[in-house]
């Protein structure tokens, strides 16, 4: 994500990464809130057993969250 967030600066747009803990889903939900960000980008991996689609968190994020999310795998 930071080479991708990288790219995207050099290109003129504003980026943030930000890393929070917590329980998976609600920590991203708040902070797009709390920043009251124009869109969400995350990536979603494979935790344990190799998972077909959206993990949960990705799942989680892309239902509940008012602006727009970008999922990259």
Known sequence: MDDSAAETYERGIGVETVVA???????VLAVAEERAVD???MNHGQSGVEQVGFGS????????????????R
């Open 21 to 27: 803990l917590g329980t998976p889903g609600r920590p």
């Open 39 to 41: 869109r969400s980008m």
């Open 57 to 72: 968190v990705a799942e989680t994020v892309t239902r509940w969250s008012p602006p727009p999310v970008t999922s990259v």
